[in-house]
């Protein structure tokens, strides 16, 4: 048996480094780490500070030359964009690692913490860290000066209804707020009969037309004015107009049918009364408790008008009343309500009370209607009406009063009213002194239709509080609590010491 003696196993010396003389591994430089930073800064050309343009309006930052981007705070998008601004300066150098160090959100400053590495003296790889701070400059972007301009558009929207009343108005101000279309509006005013909408390119206008076609009956037309030219690049500069025209029909209104509508409806009477204006008009014959639906294009087809207004309906006083329990209609009839009651009354002006006259009619508010109750109906017997078809009709057939809905008192139910809506911020040419009392229409409209209230976002009031009384309990319909929304703010999210540190000083 032989004795094998192991290989001896290679070890390294150490060298001393050639600047402070401290015993070193060896490496190509032959120089410690900290003599070798004294030596060679890897991180020189590239700056320490560098500007970020932020724009308060729309809450975006530029990215060089031209591109307004969204990025949030510390986000990867963010860290990109910030790269970028150093990207020209590090080509000379490899990144490692980078990340974001902590500031304060007011502080108007992003520090960014680099890792780099370069091949230094004789092949050495130096790695150093150092912090980037990024100073947030304001700038406001095109769109916003746009915006901020007022009278630069490329599209309007122009609604019209040819009408006395703003119910639909304001029910379509509640649509565009709930589906949030009015975001990118560069303007909203309201005029005489209508509203404009001014958009910053023709898509946005476009997608308003279609929103309301599909919400309204209405019809549009699209025109365009040549605005600049370009020769050389063959490019146009447009300006469109969208005219939409919404049916001159509100809730609450009495129509009159022409013969062939009416017979295309299910043989319902010509003279109805309109429960509910929403993608299509909803009609209801107040002698026989029929129902029918007519679209924008079948209005537009067989077009017919308001007879009366809401200013023109009279103070009525239920005398008696007699529920029709079996109602019979004829060969073709259409469909019939479910949720109103057919009954004949005799009803009387409060203003005549003196005259002892009395008229008597057939309505569908059986289902509200008791003695001695004050309903809001239309005088036709005395009043002066001007329509083709209500002319050719029958006299015999044309009814002596329409009641349209039960009269409560208003001052109570706007003390009862705990809840509230949003408005649409918008430019207004004069205020209109009848505005406040078609608004509170409109709410009572919320509150005694379950269906037209589906479509609407309905806010908390927390500024009025909630009184239960039976003493003051008329019978008037009420919004539950359950319907309700809280509405939020910023305060709310962040507190009252957040939503400082969100504002500028």
């Not at 370069?118 to 746009?146: P, S, T, W, Y």
């Not at 209801?284 to 029929?290: E, G, I, K, R, Y």
Request: with cysteine.
């Amino acid at each position: 048996m032989e004795y094998m003696q192991a290989p001896p196993s290679s070890s390294h010396g150490n060298i001393l480094c050639c600047t402070c003389g401290v015993p070193i591994p060896p490496n190509p430089a032959n120089m410690c780490v900290s003599c070798l930073r004294t030596q060679v800064d890897i991180s020189e050309g590239i700056p320490k500070q560098v500007s970020v343009h932020f724009c308060r309006q729309c809450e975006r930052y530029l990215q060089p030359p031209g591109t307004w981007i969204q990025c949030a705070l510390e986000s990867r998008e963010l860290l990109t964009l910030c790269l970028k601004k150093l990207k020209a300066s590090m080509t000379k150098v490899r990144l490692i690692d980078a990340g974001f160090l902590w500031t304060e959100p007011h502080s108007k400053r992003i520090k960014v913490k680099l890792t780099i590495q370069k091949e230094v003296l004789n092949g050495a790889i130096l790695q150093q860290v150092f912090v980037v701070e990024f100073v947030i400059l304001h700038q406001m972007c095109d769109d916003c000066h746009r915006v901020e301009a007022k009278d630069f558009w490329k599209a309007v929207v122009q609604v019209r209804q040819k009408t006395v009343h703003k119910k639909t108005f304001y029910y379509l101000e509640q649509l565009i707020l709930k589906h949030k279309l009015h975001q990118n509006t560069v303007r909203i005013k309201e005029i005489h009969e209508g509203i404009d909408f001014y958009y910053g390119s023709k898509q946005h206008g476009q997608k308003m037309v279609d929103f309301l076609q599909c919400t309204v009956p209405c019809r549009a037309k699209t025109s365009q004015r040549l605005i600049s030219h370009d020769v050389h690049s063959n490019t146009y500069n447009y300006k469109s107009t969208f005219s939409v025209e919404i049916v001159p029909v509100c809730k609450d209104s009495v129509v009159c049918l022409s013969p062939r509508l009416a017979q295309s409806l299910g043989n319902m009477g010509q003279v109805c009364v309109c429960i509910r204006v929403s993608s299509s008009i909803h009609l209801m014959d107040p002698n026989t408790l029929q129902v029918a639906e007519v679209d924008g294009s079948t209005y537009w087809r067989h077009p017919f008008n308001s007879l009366c207004s809401p200013r023109q309906l009279e103070e009525f006083l239920v005398m008696d009343i007699d529920i029709i329990r079996d109602q019979r209609l004829g060969a073709g009839a259409g469909l019939t309500s479910n949720k109103h009651t057919l009954a004949e009354v005799w009803v009387q002006k409060t203003s005549e009370m003196d005259s002892g006259q009395q008229y008597h009619c057939r309505t569908f508010l059986g289902h509200l209607l008791n003695i001695g109750d004050l309903v809001m109906g239309f005088d036709f017997a005395n009043a002066n009406i001007n329509d083709e078809f209500l002319n050719k009709m029958n006299p015999h057939h044309v009814p002596d009063v329409v009641l349209i809905k039960k009269s409560y008192d208003r001052m109570r139910r706007a003390r009862n009213r705990v809840w509230k809506l949003r408005e649409l911020e918008r430019e207004r040419d004069a205020a209109d002194t009848d505005d406040e009392r078609q608004y509170n229409e409109f709410l009572e409209d919320l509150e005694e239709d379950e269906i037209l209230r589906k479509n609407v976002n309905i806010f908390r009031d927390a500024s009025k509080i909630p009184v239960e009384s039976d003493t003051e309990d008329d019978g008037a319909p009420r919004i539950s609590l359950a319907e309700m929304l809280e509405e939020l703010s910023l305060s709310d999210a962040t507190g009252g010491e957040g939503a400082d540190m969100m504002t500028d000083s």
